[in-house]
């Protein structure tokens, strides 16, 4: 062979192993990028899938105030219309006809005997409970409630209501302590509603 053809030859050979060397590194870097393709579209899933539950996250904390404000809100509408209709409650209590509030001191003063020989205090004000509604009291009690209740002489703030007195022992008979446990079993009875 002549130079020329080795030289040729050398070079054709040279050509063919650069082109091989070019073409594994291309295919190794092809590889590479698919790979490196592969992680990033991993990363976008993951990412994806973080920024979705963040956002769930995010709209579950946010609605969980926003219901905890509604609550709020309602609780406080409740409570102002609780106020009012016990406010009403109290003063047809306390403007009730004669006859029908001294019947339902009658009823209450009954309940409220434990012996039958209290004395009865009343408000400063109070006029429709005496002496004479005491002693009907008195004709009704039986068994082992005597019937010696008496008024005392001493009077309390009271707006309306009595309160059974026995020595140290007190019994609040009163509109305010009557109607405030009304409110508070409503009340009760309100935040399992609300709160269940």
Do not use: C, W
């Amino acid at each position: 062979m002549e130079a020329e053809q080795v030289i040729n030859k050398i070079l054709s050979d040279a050509r063919a192993e650069a082109d091989k060397i070019a073409q594994e590194a291309n295919d190794k870097a092809a590889a590479e990028q698919a790979k490196v393709d592969g992680q990033l579209a991993e990363y976008r899933r993951a990412t994806d899938v973080l920024a979705v539950k963040a956002a769930e996250d995010e709209k579950s904390h946010i609605l969980a105030g926003a219901r905890m404000e509604a609550a709020k809100e309602y609780l406080g509408a409740k409570t102002a219309i609780l106020d009012a209709v016990f406010q009403k409650a109290r003063q047809k209590l306390l403007e009730l006809p004669d006859k029908e509030y001294r019947a339902l001191m009658s009823r209450l003063l009954a309940e409220a005997v434990e012996t039958g020989e209290e004395e009865v205090v009343i408000g400063r004000g109070e006029k429709r409970i005496d002496q004479k509604l005491i002693d009907e009291v008195n004709g009704q009690l039986t068994g082992e409630k005597k019937g010696k209740l008496k008024l005392a002489k001493d009077k309390h703030d009271l707006a309306g209501g009595l309160i059974l007195r026995r020595g140290k022992i007190k019994t609040n008979v009163s509109v305010d302590v009557l109607l405030g446990q009304a409110r508070n079993d409503l009340v009760i009875e309100l935040a399992k509603d609300l709160f269940s």
